[in-house]
């Protein structure tokens, strides 16, 4: 009895090591994250297994009670009483795939779980996804690449996991060695912000026309990204007035807004030119909780964020078609396969992260965005405010 308590407490304490590692915004440390599924693979009970899911998940998203305190200017608490639902979903679907039985039975329920951990519903939960990883031990593999990291994690839970884990230690240490970050397009340029919590709530006409000086500062044909929520409320008059400042300048602008009507709102990103402006993507997955509020309809309420979970996930500017990931789409994964399946050949990052101050949570979207960008050989523009 005292050695099984000792294994799971073992099993536990590596695998809070491995999420804290894997998930710390370093990209070339994202592979960390392929000892979990070994890790689970050596639970001898479901209640192990469980216990290793739960150390391996809140290590990973260790930043969320800091960042939720930071965005509802509270205490602490909300923000952990929130981390700990937020990795039920994950911890149900591995302890409840989880098997004692060797053989072909575990890799495949392994399997099975990241599946469920990449689609809805319980992709929604998704995120420290050890398969987002393939981007740096599979650069520009593409397909084949995920295919490889997907056989690579179900092997690691076998007893061939030596040989597995070995292989994969190889190609971290190649891919390392000559590891180049996505570029931006040509003609791209995502500009970054520091304007914290006023941005996306100051709509005054001084905002507006300080984020038009700072766009004008690009030359002529330059596509000029601005993070989420970077012009506030989506009107006409918003529209109108930015469409004239653009005038001349051969600039177009891509940048974050929100599109109100009686229901709720849309996160968006539109695209401006001189020659006039449209909404060009209305996010899928907006942050659980905080954005999207599904339970309101239930209750007869309005408010919250749309969910377009399987909406547009390419648009076209000029002649791109891109991949938009909108903050909290880019720490999941059915949203970027589903723009790279419908051919998107740039993934445009953008993010308003002004409330994860004190956390990493911004490092790890970017290095998240960044693997996927390496995985399919895509050009990356990233904007974020923080």
Not at 55 to 83: D, H, K, T
């Amino acid at each position: 009895m005292r050695r099984d308590y000792f294994r799971g407490a073992s099993l536990v304490a590596a695998s809070s090591v491995v999420g804290w590692v894997g998930w710390s915004g370093n990209v070339l440390l994202l592979p960390a994250a392929v000892a979990f599924p070994a890790i689970w693979s050596f639970a001898i009970t479901r209640w192990q297994a469980a216990g290793v899911s739960a150390a391996y998940f809140l290590a990973a998203s260790r930043g969320l009670p800091q960042g939720v305190a930071n965005f509802y200017s509270s205490q602490i608490w909300p923000g952990l009483l929130l981390w700990l639902i937020a990795s039920a979903a994950f911890v149900i679907v591995h302890s409840a795939l989880w098997t004692s039985r060797a053989g072909w039975r575990k890799p495949l329920r392994y399997l099975a779980a990241c599946v469920a951990m990449s689609v809805p519903p319980f992709g929604i939960m998704g995120w420290a996804h050890p398969i987002t990883a393939a981007g740096v031990l599979f650069p520009a593999w593409g397909w084949w690449g995920l295919a490889a990291m997907a056989a690579g994690l179900a092997l690691v839970t076998t007893y061939h996991w030596p040989a597995a884990a070995i292989a994969m230690t190889g190609f971290w240490l190649w891919s390392a060695a000559q590891w180049t970050t996505p570029s931006s397009p040509a003609s791209w340029q995502g500009v970054d912000l520091q304007i914290g919590d006023s941005l996306g709530r100051d709509a005054g006409l001084a905002r507006q026309q300080g984020l038009v000086d700072l766009v004008r500062l690009h030359t002529p044909g330059t596509t000029a990204v601005l993070p989420e929520s970077a012009l506030g409320f989506w009107t006409p008059t918003v529209s109108s007035l930015w469409e004239s400042m653009l005038a001349e300048t051969g600039i177009t602008v891509i940048a974050g807004a929100a599109i109100i009507d009686q229901g709720g709102y849309d996160n968006v990103l539109v695209k401006i030119s001189s020659d006039g402006s449209d909404v060009l993507y209305r996010e899928r997955m907006p942050v659980p909780g905080s954005m999207w509020q599904p339970w309101l309809t239930l209750t007869g309420e309005d408010g919250g964020a749309r969910a377009h979970i399987f909406g547009d996930a390419v648009v076209s500017v000029g002649d791109s078609t891109i991949a938009p990931l909108i903050c909290y789409e880019q720490l999941l994964v059915w949203p970027i396969l589903q723009s790279v399946f419908q051919g998107s050949d740039v993934v445009v990052a953008v993010g308003n992260g002004w409330w994860t101050a004190g956390t990493s949570i911004v490092d790890v979207q970017r290095a998240s965005s960044t693997a996927w960008a390496r995985l399919f050989d895509l050009p990356l523009v990233i904007s974020f405010n923080t």
